[in-house]
T-cell receptor, first 112, second 113 residues
Framework: KAGVTQTPRYLIKTRGQQVTLSCSPI?????VSWYQQTPGQGLQFLFE???????NKGNFPGRFSGRQFSNSRSEMNVSTLELGDSALYLC???????????FGPGTRLLVL | SQQGEEDPQALSIQEGENATMNCSYK?????LQWYRQNSGRGLVHLIL?????REKHSGRLRVTLDTSKKSSSLLITASRAADTASYFC?????????????FGEGTQLTVNP
């Protein structure tokens, strides 16, 4: 089976812009979660989607949003980018959510 | 909090030695998962141990779980330079918690050739 893929792998944006990141889960997986990793805050959970519905949400402002399509592919959007949004964004997929998570390679976002 | 706390924060050993990392958590769990992250890359799942299991092996990895002490340990035997990475534990409360993994700062393992 193909692994979790994320696009793009690298992205440079300027403050105030918005960005959309994409994640394609492993075939058959219905749960997709997103994480932000920064040197200062470490790995933090953003949100989880299961069968096109947001099931869990972390403590991030409303500028961070996501969605999941019927084929389980997921997108996350960050509006009005801030310098502090520079991070590695990881997505992970699993069958039901509470078992093994399979992570993608991440999207590295740099906000200037 | 469902967060796992890894200890030590950093560990440096020579190739061939064993490495032991510990994880503590505060809530009851359904399972506990260990992940590895090479610098700047995605996380790789190592082992999932369920709350009714006490020990689990996978190749050179051995994980133990003590639910009474709310702690787990990861042992890597005969370490190799390629084992150099950050290691994270993630306690999972159960089905209702979905996939919300909460990570600590991890243990940075350096294996010197």
């Amino acid at each position: 089976k193909a692994g979790v893929t994320q696009t793009p792998r690298y992205l440079i944006k300027t403050r105030g812009q918005q960005v959309t990141l994409s994640c394609s889960p492993i075939s058959g997986h219905r749960s997709v979660s997103w994480y932000q990793q920064t040197p200062g805050q470490g790995l933090q959970f953003l949100f989880e989607y299961f069968s096109e519905t947001q099931r869990n949400k972390g403590n991030f402002p409303g500028r961070f949003s996501g969605r999941q399509f019927s084929n389980s592919r997921s997108e996350m959007n960050v509006s009005t980018l801030e310098l502090g949004d520079s991070a590695l964004y990881l997505c992970a997929s699993s069958l039901w959510g509470w078992e093994t998570q399979y992570f993608g390679p991440g999207t590295r976002l740099l906000v200037l | 909090s469902q967060q796992g706390e890894e200890d030590p924060q950093a560990l440096s050993i020579q190739e061939g030695e064993n490495a032991t990392m510990n994880c503590s958590y505060k809530t009851s769990i359904n399972n506990l998962q260990w992940y590895r992250q090479n610098s700047g890359r995605g996380l790789v799942h190592l082992i999932l141990i369920r709350s009714n299991e006490r020990e689990k092996h996978s190749g050179r990895l051995r994980v133990t779980l003590d639910t009474s002490k709310k702690s787990s340990s990861l042992l890597i035997t005969a370490s190799r330079a390629a084992d150099t990475a950050s290691y994270f534990c993630a306690p999972v409360r159960g089905e209702t918690s979905g996939s919300r993994l909460t990570f600590g700062e991890g243990t940075q393992l350096t294996v010197n050739p």
